[in-house]
């Protein structure tokens, strides 16, 4: 299973970025799909993620409303939509598929995915 994360970059507070994720090795469309930060020093820290089928999303207290996942399970490509962005958002993004059932139990839990792309960075500059 290969994740490839793609999108990162620099940009200016209140600035936008989507990020994109393409999966392959793995029936896409079976599995829950997440978005994860880490900063330097710092535990890897959940941010979105999206049900196998996107009728489900969770998203982590410091990004909602500001943020959106989506997917694409033609193009096995999950999405994330970065709106109005902060220096507090800088780190590195990591997409990552869900080993099981994602619910309202274990979405956060990065134990619960088992394969993780490379990672994406984005800078948010004040």
């Known amino acids: 299973v290969q994740l490839q994360a793609c999108g990162g970059g620099l940009v200016q507070t209140g600035g936008s970025l989507r990020l994109s994720c393409a999966a392959s090795?793995?029936?896409?469309?079976?599995?829950?799909m997440g978005w994860f930060r880490q900063t330097p020093g710092n535990k890897r820290e959940f941010v979105a993620t999206i049900t196998w089928g996107g009728g489900s999303a969770y998203y982590a207290d410091s990004v909602k409303g500001r943020f959106t996942i989506s997917r694409d399970n033609a193009k096995n490509t999950v999405y994330l939509q970065m709106n109005n962005l902060i220096p507090e958002d800088t780190a590195v993004y990591y997409c990552?598929?869900?080993?099981?059932?994602?619910?309202?139990?274990?979405?956060?839990?990065?134990?619960?995915?088992?394969?993780w792309g490379q990672g994406t960075q984005v800078t948010v500059s004040s």
């Open positions: 990552a598929s869900a080993g099981g059932p994602i619910s309202s139990d274990n979405y956060y839990r990065d134990s619960n995915y088992d394969y």
């Open positions: 090795g793995r029936t896409f469309s079976s599995f829950g």
